[in-house]
């Protein structure tokens, strides 16, 4: 699986933006895929996720402003940012995980946003918000 995000920039504070990860290669019928962001000198953490049945979780910090989605062929996911904060300022990744065999693991997985539950992961694209 390769992951390619693209659509990153420089706004300022209350513009929007929107994230697309392009995902080729091996495809499994049930997963999670996810947008992390990772600040300078902070831990890298989940954003939002979306399963293989749509639904959806976002980090409370997000919440409201930030939509989650796929196209219909599943190959492009997207990250609709809106009402930008300086605060959302990092490098934003793309992030996959590997088949889930049960729907308790995968709820578990997209509730939590555990980065390490994730396998595969694009090279990020960098958003910064200005005041």
């Known amino acids: 699986v390769q992951l390619v995000e693209s659509g990153g920039g420089s706004v300022q504070s209350g513009g929007s933006l929107r994230l697309s990860c392009a995902a080729s290669g091996y495809s499994y019928s049930s997963y999670c895929m996810g947008w992390f962001r990772q600040a300078p000198g902070k831990e890298r953490e989940g954003v939002a996720r979306i399963d293989n049945y749509g639904g959806t979780t976002y980090a409370e910090s997000v919440k409201g402003r930030f939509t989650i989605s796929q196209d219909n062929t599943k190959n492009t996911l997207f990250l609709q940012m809106n009402s930008l904060e300086p605060e959302d300022t990092g490098m934003y990744y793309c992030?996959?995980?590997?088949?889930?065999?049960?729907?308790?693991?995968?709820?578990?997985?997209?509730?939590?946003?555990?980065?390490?539950?994730?396998?595969?992961w694009g090279q990020g694209t960098q958003v910064t918000v200005s005041s």
């Open positions: 992030a996959e995980t590997v088949y889930i065999s049960t729907y308790r693991s995968l709820t578990r997985i997209r509730s939590t946003g555990n980065p390490t539950d994730f396998a595969y």
